[in-house]
Protein backbone atom coordinates (compact mmCIF):
# COMPACT_ATOMS: atom_id res chain seq x y z
CA UNK A 1 0.00 0.00 0.00
CA UNK A 2 1.21 3.15 -1.14
CA UNK A 3 0.00 6.60 0.46
CA UNK A 4 0.30 9.78 -0.55
CA UNK A 5 -0.39 12.90 0.97
CA UNK A 6 -0.83 16.34 -0.08
CA UNK A 7 -2.59 19.68 1.13
CA UNK A 8 -1.02 21.74 4.13
CA UNK A 9 0.51 24.81 4.49
CA UNK A 10 0.47 28.27 6.42
CA UNK A 11 -2.67 29.82 7.73
CA UNK A 12 -3.75 32.68 9.68
CA UNK A 13 -5.85 31.35 13.24
CA UNK A 14 -9.44 31.01 12.30
CA UNK A 15 -8.66 29.47 8.76
CA UNK A 16 -9.07 26.72 6.50
CA UNK A 17 -6.79 23.72 4.76
CA UNK A 18 -7.85 20.64 3.48
CA UNK A 19 -5.54 17.53 3.32
CA UNK A 20 -5.98 14.80 0.76
CA UNK A 21 -4.58 11.03 1.35
CA UNK A 22 -4.36 8.75 -1.69
CA UNK A 23 -4.17 5.54 -1.75
CA UNK A 24 -2.85 2.76 -4.22
CA UNK A 25 -1.65 -0.90 -4.12
CA UNK A 26 -3.30 -3.66 -2.46
CA UNK A 27 -6.24 -1.11 -0.85
CA UNK A 28 -9.07 -3.98 -1.84
CA UNK A 29 -10.93 -4.83 1.65
CA UNK A 30 -12.35 -3.39 4.61
CA UNK A 31 -10.05 -0.92 5.65
CA UNK A 32 -9.41 2.46 7.34
CA UNK A 33 -7.57 5.40 6.79
CA UNK A 34 -6.81 7.96 9.35
CA UNK A 35 -4.73 11.24 9.64
CA UNK A 36 -2.32 11.63 12.61
CA UNK A 37 -0.79 14.45 13.69
CA UNK A 38 2.68 15.29 15.27
CA UNK A 39 2.95 18.74 17.19
CA UNK A 40 6.50 20.28 18.20
CA UNK A 41 7.64 18.02 21.25
CA UNK A 42 4.10 16.31 21.40
CA UNK A 43 3.39 12.77 20.37
CA UNK A 44 2.01 11.17 17.29
CA UNK A 45 -2.14 11.37 18.12
CA UNK A 46 -4.65 10.41 15.77
CA UNK A 47 -6.63 13.65 14.57
CA UNK A 48 -9.61 11.48 12.43
CA UNK A 49 -10.67 8.49 10.66
CA UNK A 50 -13.09 6.65 8.15
CA UNK A 51 -13.38 2.80 7.70
CA UNK A 52 -14.90 1.65 4.04
CA UNK A 53 -18.51 1.56 5.90
CA UNK A 54 -17.89 5.66 6.27
CA UNK A 55 -17.83 5.50 9.86
CA UNK A 56 -15.84 8.02 11.31
CA UNK A 57 -13.32 9.18 14.19
CA UNK A 58 -12.23 12.46 16.08
CA UNK A 59 -10.20 13.44 18.48
CA UNK A 60 -12.53 15.98 20.92
CA UNK A 61 -9.98 18.46 19.93
CA UNK A 62 -11.27 18.70 16.46
CA UNK A 63 -15.05 18.08 16.51
CA UNK A 64 -17.08 20.37 15.34
CA UNK A 65 -13.94 21.93 13.29
CA UNK A 66 -12.44 18.95 11.35
CA UNK A 67 -14.22 16.46 8.75
CA UNK A 68 -12.87 13.58 7.38
CA UNK A 69 -14.62 12.29 4.05
CA UNK A 70 -13.74 9.26 1.37
CA UNK A 71 -14.36 9.50 -2.38
CA UNK A 72 -16.99 6.68 -3.90
CA UNK A 73 -13.90 4.65 -4.96
CA UNK A 74 -12.86 4.34 -1.04
CA UNK A 75 -8.91 5.20 -2.27
CA UNK A 76 -9.08 8.86 -1.47
CA UNK A 77 -9.66 10.65 2.11
CA UNK A 78 -9.77 14.41 2.47
CA UNK A 79 -9.43 16.11 5.83
CA UNK A 80 -11.36 19.38 5.33
CA UNK A 81 -9.56 21.57 8.38
CA UNK A 82 -11.80 25.08 9.44
CA UNK A 83 -11.81 27.40 12.15
CA UNK A 84 -8.01 25.98 12.30
CA UNK A 85 -5.93 27.22 15.67
CA UNK A 86 -2.40 27.39 16.78
CA UNK A 87 -2.08 24.06 18.18
CA UNK A 88 -3.76 22.38 15.32
CA UNK A 89 0.34 23.04 13.97
CA UNK A 90 1.91 20.02 13.37
CA UNK A 91 3.25 17.33 11.07
CA UNK A 92 0.18 15.64 9.78
CA UNK A 93 0.34 11.84 8.16
CA UNK A 94 -2.02 9.42 7.07
CA UNK A 95 -2.64 6.18 7.49
CA UNK A 96 -3.81 2.58 6.09
CA UNK A 97 -5.02 -0.27 8.82
CA UNK A 98 -6.59 -3.15 7.41
CA UNK A 99 -10.23 -3.95 8.65
CA UNK A 100 -12.81 -1.45 10.15
CA UNK A 101 -11.17 -0.74 13.18
CA UNK A 102 -10.43 3.29 13.87
CA UNK A 103 -8.56 2.43 17.53
CA UNK A 104 -5.14 1.77 16.25
CA UNK A 105 -2.96 2.62 13.23
CA UNK A 106 -1.61 0.33 10.50
CA UNK A 107 1.43 -0.27 9.33
CA UNK A 108 1.22 2.25 6.28
CA UNK A 109 2.01 5.57 6.03
CA UNK A 110 2.45 8.65 4.08
CA UNK A 111 5.21 10.95 3.67
CA UNK A 112 4.10 14.01 6.66
CA UNK A 113 2.95 17.08 5.64
CA UNK A 114 3.39 20.41 7.38
CA UNK A 115 0.14 22.53 8.80
CA UNK A 116 1.02 25.82 10.52
CA UNK A 117 -1.37 27.84 12.17
CA UNK A 118 -0.62 31.34 12.97
CA UNK A 119 -2.08 33.16 15.89
Known amino acids: VQLQASGGGLVQAGGSLRLSCAASGTTFGINAIGWYRQGPGKQRELVAA???????KYADSVKGRFTISRDSAGNTVDLQMDSLKPEDTGVYYCNYNSGPSMSGYGPYWGQGTQVTVSS
Open 50 to 56: INTYRGT
